[in-house]
Every structure is written in C-alpha cells, then in structure tokens.
C-alpha cells in the first residue's frame, strides 16, 4: 500500500528532470533562433516549479515520519535547507521569466539574466537532490527491511 512516505521519492524526479531539460532547451535557443525552443524552455520552467512545489510538500508529509537524531537529523536539515533555496530560487526564477515574456522584453540582458538564474535553479535542485540522495542511500532515511521472516 502507498502511504505518503511514498510520494517525494515518486515526486521528486519530475521537477529535477523539468527544469534541467528545460535549461537545456534554453541553451539551444541560443543556437537555433527557433521559437519552439524557447517556448519548451519556458513552459519546463513553469512545469519544473510546479513540480517543486509539489516535491516540497510531499518531503514535508515524508519527513515527518523519520525520527531525527544523530548523523540522520543532520543530513535531514541539510536536505531540508536545500529544498528551501531551491523553491525560493526556482519560483523567483519563474515569475521572473513569467513577466518578462509578459511584457516582451526576452532579449538582450533581460534573457542573460533569465538563463543565469535558470542555471541557479538548475545547480540549486541537483544539490537538493544529491543530499536527498545522502539520505536514503547514506543514512538509509526511509528505507524498510524485509528480510522475509
């Protein structure tokens, strides 16, 4: 049966996968003048931080049934304080993008400035997913044993 410690490791994937696609997009829009590309980039990004958002909840509901102590609470906060930057800086991220395709101004030092922060997000999601990693893979955070007995 599922349960909601099930949910981040299924969520989490999604917007990791989004917005690093989605950056890339963003680089070959810089190669191939096409609209498709950064249209895809786009659209990655707004996906990618509705995914997480989503991730950040479903962490919550799943952190919440591990006893922190020890070496595993440091590696949770650590995790924890990740995933805070990383929707701070993924929707600033958004809305930035958001409002400025808003308003036309995609060009010049308007997209630097986009793909620079879109490159922070990209950084910022990989690390909270390496420490996320850390946990079940280093502290075993989560993981049941069923040695068949």
Do not use: C
């Not at 917007?15 to 659209?43: M, R």
């Amino acid at each position: 049966m599922i349960d909601t410690t099930h949910l981040h490791p299924m969520i989490v994937h999604f917007p990791i996968a989004l917005l690093i696609v989605g950056f890339v997009f963003d680089i070959v829009s810089l190669f191939f003048k096409k609209e498709f590309f950064t249209w895809a980039g786009f659209t990655l990004l707004i996906l990618g931080a509705l995914g997480t958002v989503a991730a950040l909840l479903s962490g919550e509901l799943a952190g919440s049934g591990i006893a922190e102590e020890g070496m595993l609470k440091q590696a949770l906060e650590i995790h924890e304080s990740a995933a805070e930057l990383t929707i701070w800086l993924v929707s600033i991220t958004a809305l930035y993008r958001i409002v400025v395709v808003y308003l036309k101004k995609y060009s010049g030092i308007l997209k630097v400035l986009s793909m620079v922060l879109f490159f922070a997000s990209v950084l910022a999601i990989a690390r909270t997913g390496y420490y996320g990693g850390e946990l079940v893979f280093k502290h075993a955070a989560g993981v049941e044993l069923n040695l068949g007995f």
